[in-house]
């Protein structure tokens, strides 16, 4: 294990950081939505075009899971990370669309012991998801677990 | 369009429908977490055994997709939607496992009109996704949007 890897302790609560510039492809958008949300919407640019968006955009979930990616990227990985334990809110506020370019904003608004398990911590995550033109698309918030550094302190 | 599609009027709720046999293979597990959450417990057998859950287990993330999918196959392929408007809850409540055969047992929980939109419905669906062991390993609660039939009558 890296010695540099943020435990609880470490974590600092209200301080926003922003991440990422993932580039949606259209390959991705059909790839994604072909295996987990064959919505005419999502695959083909004619029936998009009648569709809710008049045009072809990602499946939300698509979205969410690259969200994933930006943290485990920039956030995660710099964390001895315990997976996620459940997501209190997502909203998809505008369509991604192919082409679309989209960075990541994450501020921890909240942290706390596990009341079952002094070994763990969990932290309330407040995500944003911005394309290039700086419109919101997606809000997201999570809680995920972390490890504490010293479970014997209380 | 297939004349048989159910509109918002059609929609009933308080019934649980269940779905589905989809098997979560090994290449499965690995490919999504390569591609959307690289955190070595959802990829690699060794540190799995020492990760949060003892052994290789899915993305979070693949879950939500695959209960997704079988909602597209089983529910809105039969429906006018348009589209996810949210989630309000997602809780992964068991680990996936290469291996695992998941169903998806949905309740519409909740149906009303849009205010701002007189041709779009809404449904609430709560949603468990199961193991071939009767295990919950999943709940949803989301919000999709669905063609009203008469946007003229109130």
């Not at 001895?80 to 997501?87: E, F, P, Q, W």
Request: proline letters at 5%.
């Amino acid at each position: 294990m890296r010695s540099d890897l943020q435990f609880y302790e470490d974590i600092v609560v209200g301080v926003p950081e922003r991440f990422g510039a993932y580039e949606v492809t259209r390959e991705e958008v059909i790839d994604f939505a072909s295996r987990y949300d064959p919505q005419d919407f999502h695959l083909d640019d004619e029936a998009a075009a009648r569709g809710p968006f008049g045009t072809l955009a990602a499946s939300g979930w698509n979205t969410a899971a690259i969200s994933m990616r930006l943290l485990c990227d920039n956030l995660i990985s710099r964390q001895t990370s315990l997976g996620g334990a459940g997501v209190q809110e997502i909203r998809w506020t505008r369509p991604v669309l192919p082409g679309d370019v989209l960075s990541l904003e994450v501020t921890v608004t909240e942290k706390r012991r596990s009341r079952s398990r002094p070994d763990v911590g969990l932290m309330k995550l407040f995500q944003r998801m911005f394309n290039q033109r700086g419109e919101e698309v997606m809000r997201l918030t999570s809680t995920g677990m972390i490890k504490v550094r010293h479970p014997e302190v209380p």
